[in-house]
Protein backbone atom coordinates (compact mmCIF):
# COMPACT_ATOMS: atom_id res chain seq x y z
CA UNK A 1 0.00 0.00 0.00
CA UNK A 2 0.80 3.68 -0.72
CA UNK A 3 2.67 5.77 2.21
CA UNK A 4 -0.01 6.22 5.01
CA UNK A 5 -2.12 9.74 4.75
CA UNK A 6 -3.76 12.05 7.31
CA UNK A 7 -7.25 11.62 6.64
CA UNK A 8 -8.82 14.81 7.43
CA UNK A 9 -13.04 14.49 8.13
CA UNK A 10 -14.78 17.19 7.69
CA UNK A 11 -18.72 18.54 7.96
CA UNK A 12 -20.49 18.64 4.48
CA UNK A 13 -20.46 23.14 4.40
CA UNK A 14 -19.41 25.04 1.38
CA UNK A 15 -15.90 24.73 2.81
CA UNK A 16 -15.63 21.31 2.40
CA UNK A 17 -16.80 20.68 -1.13
CA UNK A 18 -14.05 23.13 -1.85
CA UNK A 19 -11.91 21.39 -0.23
CA UNK A 20 -12.99 18.19 -2.23
CA UNK A 21 -12.54 19.52 -5.46
CA UNK A 22 -9.17 19.98 -4.60
CA UNK A 23 -8.28 16.82 -3.18
CA UNK A 24 -10.11 15.59 -6.29
CA UNK A 25 -7.79 18.03 -8.68
CA UNK A 26 -4.53 16.87 -7.47
CA UNK A 27 -5.28 13.06 -7.59
CA UNK A 28 -6.01 12.17 -4.48
CA UNK A 29 -8.72 10.33 -2.89
CA UNK A 30 -11.99 12.08 -1.26
CA UNK A 31 -15.19 10.20 -0.01
CA UNK A 32 -18.50 11.73 -0.21
CA UNK A 33 -21.92 10.98 0.53
CA UNK A 34 -24.73 9.56 -2.10
CA UNK A 35 -28.25 9.08 -1.44
CA UNK A 36 -26.90 5.05 -2.29
CA UNK A 37 -23.49 4.40 0.02
CA UNK A 38 -20.60 6.73 0.48
CA UNK A 39 -18.71 6.34 -2.62
CA UNK A 40 -14.70 6.80 -2.50
CA UNK A 41 -13.76 9.07 -5.22
CA UNK A 42 -11.11 10.36 -7.60
CA UNK A 43 -10.37 11.95 -10.99
CA UNK A 44 -11.54 9.40 -13.59
CA UNK A 45 -9.38 10.45 -16.05
CA UNK A 46 -6.14 10.07 -14.09
CA UNK A 47 -4.86 6.94 -14.33
CA UNK A 48 -2.79 7.05 -11.13
CA UNK A 49 -5.55 8.41 -8.65
CA UNK A 50 -7.23 5.72 -10.19
CA UNK A 51 -4.51 3.54 -9.13
CA UNK A 52 -4.21 4.94 -5.65
CA UNK A 53 -7.79 4.34 -5.52
CA UNK A 54 -7.36 0.25 -6.27
CA UNK A 55 -4.49 0.41 -3.97
CA UNK A 56 -6.77 1.86 -1.05
CA UNK A 57 -9.55 -0.09 -1.18
CA UNK A 58 -7.17 -3.32 -1.23
CA UNK A 59 -9.12 -4.92 -4.11
CA UNK A 60 -6.95 -8.07 -5.19
CA UNK A 61 -8.67 -7.54 -8.96
CA UNK A 62 -9.33 -4.35 -11.13
CA UNK A 63 -13.55 -4.04 -10.62
CA UNK A 64 -14.81 -1.55 -13.60
CA UNK A 65 -15.50 1.55 -11.59
CA UNK A 66 -18.59 3.84 -11.72
CA UNK A 67 -18.12 7.26 -13.13
CA UNK A 68 -20.38 10.26 -11.42
CA UNK A 69 -21.56 12.66 -13.45
CA UNK A 70 -23.30 15.95 -12.31
CA UNK A 71 -25.98 15.96 -15.21
CA UNK A 72 -27.38 13.89 -18.29
CA UNK A 73 -24.95 16.39 -20.66
CA UNK A 74 -22.27 14.84 -19.07
CA UNK A 75 -23.03 11.49 -19.41
CA UNK A 76 -23.58 11.59 -23.17
CA UNK A 77 -19.96 12.44 -23.02
CA UNK A 78 -18.80 9.56 -21.95
CA UNK A 79 -21.07 6.96 -23.40
CA UNK A 80 -23.78 5.87 -26.35
CA UNK A 81 -26.85 6.20 -25.36
CA UNK A 82 -29.85 3.99 -27.35
CA UNK A 83 -33.85 4.34 -26.72
CA UNK A 84 -33.90 2.50 -23.49
CA UNK A 85 -31.17 4.00 -21.94
CA UNK A 86 -32.50 7.77 -23.12
CA UNK A 87 -35.71 6.73 -21.48
CA UNK A 88 -34.46 5.43 -18.07
CA UNK A 89 -32.13 8.24 -17.72
CA UNK A 90 -34.79 10.76 -18.22
CA UNK A 91 -37.19 8.77 -16.07
CA UNK A 92 -34.75 8.57 -13.02
CA UNK A 93 -31.52 10.83 -13.25
CA UNK A 94 -30.65 12.21 -10.72
CA UNK A 95 -31.12 8.87 -8.64
CA UNK A 96 -29.58 5.25 -7.69
CA UNK A 97 -29.73 4.01 -11.23
CA UNK A 98 -26.26 3.31 -13.16
CA UNK A 99 -26.25 2.83 -16.65
CA UNK A 100 -23.98 0.51 -18.52
CA UNK A 101 -23.35 1.61 -21.54
CA UNK A 102 -20.95 1.83 -25.21
CA UNK A 103 -18.06 4.02 -24.06
CA UNK A 104 -16.67 6.24 -26.46
CA UNK A 105 -13.57 5.48 -27.80
CA UNK A 106 -11.84 8.65 -27.65
CA UNK A 107 -13.70 9.60 -23.95
CA UNK A 108 -11.44 10.78 -21.30
CA UNK A 109 -12.22 8.39 -18.56
CA UNK A 110 -9.12 6.40 -17.81
CA UNK A 111 -8.87 3.39 -19.31
CA UNK A 112 -7.94 1.49 -15.39
CA UNK A 113 -11.29 3.06 -14.10
CA UNK A 114 -13.08 1.01 -16.60
CA UNK A 115 -10.64 -1.96 -16.14
CA UNK A 116 -10.03 -1.61 -20.61
CA UNK A 117 -13.43 -2.87 -20.98
CA UNK A 118 -15.08 -0.66 -24.30
CA UNK A 119 -18.47 -0.14 -22.12
CA UNK A 120 -18.49 2.07 -19.50
CA UNK A 121 -21.11 2.51 -15.74
CA UNK A 122 -22.19 6.18 -15.82
CA UNK A 123 -24.49 7.38 -13.17
CA UNK A 124 -25.98 11.31 -11.71
CA UNK A 125 -26.60 10.82 -8.45
CA UNK A 126 -28.98 12.92 -6.20
CA UNK A 127 -27.61 13.39 -3.35
CA UNK A 128 -26.82 17.03 -2.74
CA UNK A 129 -23.93 17.11 -1.32
CA UNK A 130 -22.58 14.62 -4.26
CA UNK A 131 -24.19 16.77 -6.97
CA UNK A 132 -21.82 19.71 -5.26
CA UNK A 133 -18.63 18.18 -5.36
CA UNK A 134 -19.28 17.02 -8.42
CA UNK A 135 -20.35 20.68 -10.02
CA UNK A 136 -17.16 21.98 -8.26
CA UNK A 137 -15.06 19.36 -9.80
CA UNK A 138 -16.98 19.54 -13.18
CA UNK A 139 -15.07 15.95 -14.64
CA UNK A 140 -16.03 12.34 -14.09
CA UNK A 141 -15.44 11.14 -10.87
CA UNK A 142 -14.59 7.33 -10.18
CA UNK A 143 -16.36 6.29 -7.29
CA UNK A 144 -16.57 2.55 -5.86
CA UNK A 145 -18.43 2.20 -2.69
CA UNK A 146 -16.32 3.70 0.37
CA UNK A 147 -15.61 0.38 2.34
CA UNK A 148 -12.01 -1.76 1.68
CA UNK A 149 -12.55 -5.04 -0.71
CA UNK A 150 -14.49 -7.74 0.82
CA UNK A 151 -16.46 -5.44 3.54
CA UNK A 152 -20.34 -3.91 3.27
CA UNK A 153 -20.92 -0.71 1.93
CA UNK A 154 -20.65 2.06 4.13
CA UNK A 155 -23.63 4.21 4.86
CA UNK A 156 -22.08 6.93 7.07
CA UNK A 157 -19.01 9.16 7.55
CA UNK A 158 -17.91 6.76 10.51
CA UNK A 159 -17.86 3.73 8.68
CA UNK A 160 -15.80 5.08 6.22
CA UNK A 161 -13.30 6.27 9.29
CA UNK A 162 -13.48 2.78 10.07
CA UNK A 163 -12.19 1.03 6.87
CA UNK A 164 -10.34 3.66 5.59
CA UNK A 165 -8.35 5.54 8.07
CA UNK A 166 -5.11 6.43 6.67
CA UNK A 167 -5.79 5.59 2.93
CA UNK A 168 -7.84 8.28 2.32
CA UNK A 169 -7.11 12.09 2.38
CA UNK A 170 -10.67 13.54 3.17
CA UNK A 171 -14.28 12.43 4.02
CA UNK A 172 -16.69 14.54 3.63
CA UNK A 173 -19.69 13.90 6.40
CA UNK A 174 -23.11 14.31 5.21
CA UNK A 175 -24.72 12.18 7.59
CA UNK A 176 -26.48 8.76 7.08
CA UNK A 177 -26.63 7.83 3.36
CA UNK A 178 -30.61 7.84 3.20
CA UNK A 179 -31.03 4.88 0.78
CA UNK A 180 -28.50 2.63 2.10
CA UNK A 181 -27.91 0.35 -0.57
CA UNK A 182 -26.16 0.59 -3.74
CA UNK A 183 -27.82 1.74 -7.28
CA UNK A 184 -29.49 -0.73 -9.61
CA UNK A 185 -27.38 -1.56 -12.04
CA UNK A 186 -28.50 -1.52 -16.12
CA UNK A 187 -26.73 -2.56 -18.70
CA UNK A 188 -28.21 -0.63 -22.24
CA UNK A 189 -25.92 -2.85 -24.45
CA UNK A 190 -28.48 -4.78 -26.63
CA UNK A 191 -31.46 -5.62 -24.86
CA UNK A 192 -32.05 -3.64 -21.37
CA UNK A 193 -30.46 -6.59 -19.01
CA UNK A 194 -30.19 -6.03 -14.90
CA UNK A 195 -26.72 -6.55 -14.02
CA UNK A 196 -27.26 -5.04 -9.68
CA UNK A 197 -30.35 -5.40 -7.80
CA UNK A 198 -30.44 -2.01 -6.25
CA UNK A 199 -32.05 1.02 -4.50
CA UNK A 200 -34.18 1.82 -7.69
CA UNK A 201 -37.03 -0.95 -7.48
CA UNK A 202 -37.73 -3.05 -10.17
CA UNK A 203 -41.54 -1.84 -10.16
CA UNK A 204 -40.27 1.48 -10.66
CA UNK A 205 -38.05 0.48 -13.77
CA UNK A 206 -41.07 -1.96 -14.69
CA UNK A 207 -43.36 1.10 -15.45
CA UNK A 208 -40.66 2.76 -18.05
CA UNK A 209 -39.57 -0.70 -20.08
CA UNK A 210 -39.32 -4.28 -19.45
CA UNK A 211 -35.98 -5.78 -18.26
CA UNK A 212 -34.17 -8.70 -18.97
CA UNK A 213 -32.74 -10.47 -15.92
CA UNK A 214 -29.05 -11.94 -16.22
CA UNK A 215 -29.37 -16.26 -15.65
CA UNK A 216 -30.04 -17.01 -12.25
CA UNK A 217 -26.60 -17.32 -9.79
CA UNK A 218 -25.26 -15.04 -12.25
CA UNK A 219 -24.90 -11.86 -9.43
CA UNK A 220 -21.84 -12.85 -7.27
CA UNK A 221 -21.29 -12.32 -3.64
CA UNK A 222 -22.06 -9.25 -2.09
CA UNK A 223 -24.18 -8.21 -4.89
CA UNK A 224 -21.31 -7.31 -7.21
CA UNK A 225 -21.45 -8.40 -10.73
CA UNK A 226 -19.94 -10.70 -12.19
CA UNK A 227 -16.57 -10.34 -13.98
CA UNK A 228 -17.10 -12.03 -16.28
CA UNK A 229 -20.86 -13.05 -16.70
CA UNK A 230 -20.42 -15.02 -20.48
CA UNK A 231 -23.11 -12.68 -22.22
CA UNK A 232 -21.45 -9.36 -21.42
CA UNK A 233 -17.94 -10.85 -22.14
CA UNK A 234 -16.48 -7.86 -19.36
CA UNK A 235 -13.08 -8.33 -19.42
CA UNK A 236 -9.98 -6.87 -21.32
CA UNK A 237 -9.25 -8.97 -24.25
CA UNK A 238 -6.43 -7.98 -26.39
CA UNK A 239 -6.37 -9.44 -29.93
CA UNK A 240 -2.10 -10.25 -29.36
CA UNK A 241 -1.90 -13.86 -27.42
CA UNK A 242 -0.09 -12.96 -24.06
CA UNK A 243 2.96 -15.05 -22.88
CA UNK A 244 3.31 -14.07 -19.39
CA UNK A 245 6.48 -13.93 -17.19
CA UNK A 246 8.60 -14.14 -20.52
CA UNK A 247 12.63 -14.63 -19.70
CA UNK A 248 13.64 -13.29 -23.96
CA UNK A 249 11.57 -11.96 -26.79
CA UNK A 250 11.55 -14.10 -29.59
CA UNK A 251 11.18 -12.51 -33.11
CA UNK A 252 8.11 -10.62 -34.12
CA UNK A 253 7.16 -9.97 -30.20
CA UNK A 254 6.21 -7.11 -29.10
CA UNK A 255 7.00 -6.06 -25.50
CA UNK A 256 5.61 -5.72 -21.64
CA UNK A 257 8.37 -4.52 -19.62
CA UNK A 258 8.59 -3.89 -15.67
CA UNK A 259 11.18 -2.32 -13.59
CA UNK A 260 14.90 -1.45 -14.69
CA UNK A 261 16.15 -4.88 -15.89
CA UNK A 262 16.99 -6.07 -19.72
CA UNK A 263 15.96 -9.34 -20.96
CA UNK A 264 17.07 -11.33 -23.83
CA UNK A 265 16.02 -9.77 -27.14
CA UNK A 266 14.02 -6.59 -25.66
CA UNK A 267 16.06 -4.64 -28.40
CA UNK A 268 14.63 -6.25 -31.26
CA UNK A 269 10.81 -5.95 -29.89
CA UNK A 270 8.03 -4.69 -32.23
CA UNK A 271 7.18 -2.07 -29.78
CA UNK A 272 8.50 -2.12 -26.04
CA UNK A 273 6.06 -0.47 -23.12
CA UNK A 274 7.40 -0.45 -19.96
CA UNK A 275 4.98 -0.70 -16.90
CA UNK A 276 7.18 1.38 -14.47
CA UNK A 277 10.76 1.43 -15.41
CA UNK A 278 11.16 2.06 -11.36
CA UNK A 279 9.02 -0.83 -10.25
CA UNK A 280 6.32 0.95 -8.83
CA UNK A 281 3.35 -1.24 -8.78
CA UNK A 282 0.79 2.16 -8.27
CA UNK A 283 2.53 3.36 -11.51
CA UNK A 284 2.53 -0.17 -13.46
CA UNK A 285 -1.17 -0.37 -12.59
CA UNK A 286 -1.72 3.18 -14.00
CA UNK A 287 -0.62 1.69 -17.13
CA UNK A 288 -1.91 -1.37 -17.75
CA UNK A 289 -5.13 -1.13 -20.09
CA UNK A 290 -3.59 1.35 -22.11
CA UNK A 291 -0.39 0.18 -22.86
CA UNK A 292 -2.02 -3.73 -23.60
CA UNK A 293 -4.06 -1.69 -25.94
CA UNK A 294 -0.72 0.37 -27.75
CA UNK A 295 0.68 -3.17 -27.87
CA UNK A 296 -2.13 -5.28 -29.35
CA UNK A 297 -2.93 -2.29 -31.62
CA UNK A 298 0.81 -2.49 -32.94
CA UNK A 299 0.27 -5.51 -34.81
CA UNK A 300 2.49 -7.93 -33.25
CA UNK A 301 0.79 -11.71 -32.69
CA UNK A 302 2.51 -12.46 -29.77
CA UNK A 303 3.02 -9.68 -26.46
CA UNK A 304 5.66 -11.21 -24.21
CA UNK A 305 4.86 -9.63 -20.28
CA UNK A 306 7.54 -9.12 -18.13
CA UNK A 307 6.64 -10.89 -14.58
CA UNK A 308 5.45 -8.85 -11.98
CA UNK A 309 5.65 -9.53 -8.25
CA UNK A 310 2.76 -10.92 -6.48
CA UNK A 311 3.02 -7.91 -4.04
CA UNK A 312 0.34 -4.83 -3.05
CA UNK A 313 -1.33 -3.98 -6.42
CA UNK A 314 0.83 -6.68 -7.90
CA UNK A 315 -1.94 -8.97 -7.15
CA UNK A 316 -4.54 -6.96 -9.50
CA UNK A 317 -2.52 -6.72 -12.15
CA UNK A 318 -1.36 -9.67 -12.55
CA UNK A 319 -5.03 -11.32 -12.23
CA UNK A 320 -5.97 -9.47 -15.14
CA UNK A 321 -2.70 -10.51 -17.04
CA UNK A 322 -3.67 -13.71 -16.53
CA UNK A 323 -7.47 -13.49 -17.45
CA UNK A 324 -5.66 -11.59 -20.58
CA UNK A 325 -3.58 -14.09 -21.65
CA UNK A 326 -6.17 -17.09 -21.18
CA UNK A 327 -7.06 -18.86 -24.41
CA UNK A 328 -10.20 -18.07 -26.08
O1 LIG B 1 -24.65 3.11 -5.31
C1 LIG B 1 -23.63 2.89 -5.92
O2 LIG B 1 -23.63 2.44 -7.07
C2 LIG B 1 -22.30 3.20 -5.22
C3 LIG B 1 -22.21 4.71 -5.03
C4 LIG B 1 -20.91 5.16 -4.42
O3 LIG B 1 -22.42 5.36 -6.26
N1 LIG B 1 -21.19 2.70 -5.95
C5 LIG B 1 -20.92 1.36 -6.05
O4 LIG B 1 -19.73 1.07 -6.75
O5 LIG B 1 -21.61 0.52 -5.55
P1 LIG B 1 -19.03 -0.36 -6.67
O6 LIG B 1 -17.70 -0.18 -7.40
O7 LIG B 1 -18.95 -0.82 -5.28
O8 LIG B 1 -19.94 -1.28 -7.55
C6 LIG B 1 -20.06 -1.04 -8.94
C7 LIG B 1 -20.38 -2.31 -9.67
C8 LIG B 1 -19.26 -3.34 -9.60
O9 LIG B 1 -19.82 -4.59 -9.28
C9 LIG B 1 -18.70 -3.37 -11.01
O10 LIG B 1 -18.25 -4.64 -11.41
C10 LIG B 1 -19.89 -2.92 -11.84
O11 LIG B 1 -20.53 -1.96 -11.05
N2 LIG B 1 -19.48 -2.28 -13.10
C11 LIG B 1 -18.83 -1.11 -13.27
N3 LIG B 1 -18.56 -0.89 -14.57
C12 LIG B 1 -19.06 -1.94 -15.25
C13 LIG B 1 -19.10 -2.31 -16.64
N4 LIG B 1 -18.56 -1.54 -17.58
N5 LIG B 1 -19.70 -3.48 -16.96
C14 LIG B 1 -20.26 -4.27 -16.01
N6 LIG B 1 -20.25 -3.98 -14.68
C15 LIG B 1 -19.66 -2.83 -14.31
MG1 LIG C 1 -18.85 -2.01 -3.65
Known amino acids: MGAELATQVLNADAAAIAAAARVLARGGLAAFPTETVYGLGCDACNAAAVARLYDA ?3 PSFNPLIAHVADGVAAHRLADFDASAERLAAAFW ?28 VRVPSHPVARQILAAFGRPVAAPSANRSGHVSPTTAQHV ?21 ESTIIACIDAPT ?13 QILPLKDLPSGAIGEEGEVPLAPGQLASHY ?18 LLAFGPAQIVGAERAVLKLNLSP ?21 GASSIAVMPVPEVGLGEAINDRLRRAAAPR
Open 278 to 298: GADLIEAAANLFSQLRALDAC
Open 237 to 254: APRARLRLNAERVDAGEA
Open 94 to 121: PGPLTLVLPKHASGPVAELATAGLDTIA
Open 161 to 181: LADLRGRVDLIVDGGPAPMGL
Open 57 to 59: KGR
Open 194 to 206: LLRPGALSRAAID
